[in-house]
């Protein structure tokens, strides 16, 4: 089977969550089944192969699970972001529309030296607001963004033509319409 089917095979949809008219992608069943998500893993490390990767920045939280584990595998750090208010040091915000609401997300003020090639992670690309407010972040720090990863992206929404402007590297292993 192709990992586009069997990621598909194991993501379960939610109608309505977390809100009326959202078909929630939930990746809490691709987590239960360990040898798809070491494919998983191994595909993004063969699709960034030729990436110049010294970070990766991951979104709170289910771009933490994947975004950890690809770090390991290439042997760089991991930079979590998080939503306002958690991380315990010195941070930089910025705010953004989500498909279901508003959010700000944090990242540590030292969490990037100047010029670092930075990959930006997290499990679904919709409509583009939270990669973009990420990308911001690494750019508020002179980072520079080397390429984004998601497993899903739902195409319908249109996300890549906001974060195509930081870079043209963008992986996801399963479309939806
Ligand atoms: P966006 O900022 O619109 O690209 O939304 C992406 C973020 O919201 C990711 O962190 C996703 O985990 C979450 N998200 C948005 N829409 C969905 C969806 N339909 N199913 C699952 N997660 C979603």
Wanted: hydrophobic share 45%.
């Amino acid at each position: 089977m192709t990992i586009e089917a069997q990621i598909k095979a194991a993501i379960r949809e939610i109608p309505d969550f977390p809100k009326p008219g959202i078909l929630f992608k939930d990746i809490t069943t691709v987590f239960q089944d360990a040898a798809l998500c070491n494919r998983i893993s191994d595909e993004f490390v063969l699709r960034l192969k030729d990436t110049k990767i010294d970070a990766i920045a991951a979104i709170e939280s289910r771009g933490f699970m994947f975004g950890f584990h690809l770090a390991l595998m290439l042997g760089v750090p991991f930079i979590p972001i998080r939503k306002l208010g958690k991380l315990p040091s010195k941070t930089i915000q910025f705010a953004y529309n989500l498909e279901y609401g508003t959010s700000t997300i944090e990242m540590h003020k030292d969490a990037i030296k100047s010029g670092m090639n930075i990959l930006i992670h997290d499990d679904l690309l919709a409509t583009g607001g939270t990669a973009t407010a990420s990308a911001e972040l690494v750019k508020m720090l002179n980072g520079k963004v080397t390429g984004f990863a998601f497993i899903v992206e739902l195409e319908g929404l249109g996300g890549i033509g906001k974060i195509k402007a930081y870079t043209e590297n963008i992986i996801s292993l399963v479309n939806y319409n």
